[in-house]
């Protein structure tokens, strides 16, 4: 029997191709065992356990971006995350690590070096984090989800998709249309716009959507605004537009992004690897607003799509309700043009990602020699 440690977490944009190889791992091999590792305070303490996997943690060990006290305690903190990560391994009797970044692979990464189990990296941006930046220098397979990724070493795969994004695309978003709507309290007769800043939400995009809501329902279209859990409170409600019969629906997180892409025929969202990728494999069509801060990893992910003429890109300086409701009714009431948009992301993400993580990872745990180290 394979043993394999899947590491990552923090966000969706790691948890989520985490899980799609998981699923891809036992498909492809149903003996093999699969363990997770996160830390405590990402969102994989809750999304992989309903996913039907082993859960193990080890302590978040975050990198001050400024000169203070706490980096000196970095190096003490890591080497205790890297022993919680050596005993995972060891009573799991590790064939392969496999990675995507965040604060729970670096030391899993470390751990498995000092072991010799070999490690298989996936990287989800086309900007790397430190961890695979780190791993790569020793693992075994390095793998990317866009061709332009600046990783070294790395080989373009695609992003992992979980296994019900990938019948989505197989079946056609129009065929769970009517039912996705209505499962979301939505006119199944009327163009819908879904919102979303991912598993954290977005707080000028959440501010812009409510500032264009009105317009955008007396235009005919209904929104689905996904708020993320901090910023969702209860004083949000629905509306419905007494004339047009458009709804606003808010909603604080959706466990099934899938139902909600089949609801939508236009989308507003940060540019994460994860739903860069997502909505391309669907065929959703986008207005991708790039997070305006860290090292502009959200605008490289972005630019693939934009390029196509799958996606619309708007600074997050550029985003207020004019722009927003401009963007949005010129698309909405153009269903042809959302169809070559659509056909445009799906031509450029190709499908099958998860399945080749899968197999490179069981290659790498079948060249493992058993005294340790790799052949």
Known sequence: MVSVVLAGGGTAGHTSPLIATAEALSAADPGVSITCVGTPRGLETRVVPEAGLRLELVPAVPLPRKLTPDLLKVPFRLRGAVRAARRILTETDADVVVGFGGYAAMPVYLAARALHVPVVIHEQNVLPGLANKVAARFAVA????????TLRGGTFVGLPVRSAIATLASEGRQKRSRSAREQFGLDPDLPVVLVSGGSQGARSLNNATVDAADRLLAAGVQVLHVWGPKNYHDGLTDITDEATGARYRPVAYVDHMEDAYAAADLMVARSGAGTVVETAVVGLPTILVPLPIGNGEQALNAAPLVEAGAAVLVADADL??????????????DPERLREMGQAAQRLMRPGAAERVAAAVLGAADGKDRRGGTL
């Open 142 to 149: 390095v793998l990317t989800s866009f061709p332009n990724s």
């Open 320 to 333: 207020t309700a004019d722009r927003l409701v401009a963007e949005i009714v010129e698309r909405a009431n």
